[in-house]
Antibody, heavy 121, light 108 residues
């Protein structure tokens, strides 16, 4: 069965960076597109960007342009999201989510369990 | 970007009752690229409906979606105890994909 398992909770200081991993299993990773979505307290879900696991090309939301880097390691079936220059407004649960169509449509059929990132001095 | 407005914010109902949730888009969602997700506390969202009215794999038929253009509806015909949660609509017609603010369906 399809599973996306994310890395554990992180606590970071303002100005630091965080890197969250998402290990996929149960399907052909290279045929998929992985997205990253975050959910801040009291805020709606927010799309951050995607990576094509097979080709490695990416697209990020304009809101995070310059601060988010999405990468993958095909040998480990793992996608990564790194967010830099953290502020308290980046405190949120970060999810990876697979695109249902294996494309960049943005329809998410499987989600990771979420990674809590807390930014605090 | 397309802004999605969900109503009501909270819906208080009893098991067995019918739930009707609304999602309105700030501009037309072409190809009916509108999805609904259910989220329970401490869990990731779960895909229920895509393409406005198609149920995702394993979703019971008490969940149904309808609508087109700018107005969409999620209906739960008879609420089961496990259905109480927050529901989000999402458009994937144009980038960036966006989500509504959610409707909390709570036990009355």
């Amino acid at each position: 069965q399809v599973q996306l398992v994310q890395s554990g909770a992180e606590v970071k200081k303002p100005g630091a960076s965080v890197k969250v991993s998402c290990k996929a299993s149960g399907y052909t990773f290279n045929n998929s597109v992985m997205h990253w979505v975050r959910q801040a307290p009291g805020q709606r879900l927010e799309w951050m960007g995607w990576i094509s696991a097979g080709y490695g090309n990416t697209k990020n939301s304009q809101k995070f342009q310059g601060r988010v880097t999405i990468t993958r390691d095909t040998s480990a079936n793992t996608a990564y999201m790194e967010l830099s220059s953290l502020t308290s407004e980046d405190t949120a649960v970060y999810y990876c989510a697979r695109d249902r169509m294996g494309a960049t449509l943005g329809l998410f059929d499987y989600w990771g369990q979420g990674t809590q990132v807390t930014v605090s001095s | 970007e397309i802004v999605l407005t969900q109503s009501p914010g909270t819906l208080s109902l009893s098991p067995g009752e019918r739930a009707t949730l609304s999602c309105r888009a700030s501009q037309s969602v072409s190809s009916n690229y509108l999805a609904w997700y259910q989220q329970k506390p401490g869990q990731a969202p779960r895909l229920l409906i895509y393409g406005s009215s198609s149920r995702a794999t394993g979703i019971p038929d008490r969940f149904s979606g309808s609508g087109s253009g700018t107005d969409f509806t999620l209906t739960i015909s008879r609420l089961e105890p496990e259905d109480f949660a927050v529901f989000y609509c999402q458009q994937y017609d144009s980038s960036p994909v966006t989500f509504g603010g959610g409707t909390n369906v709570e036990i009355k």
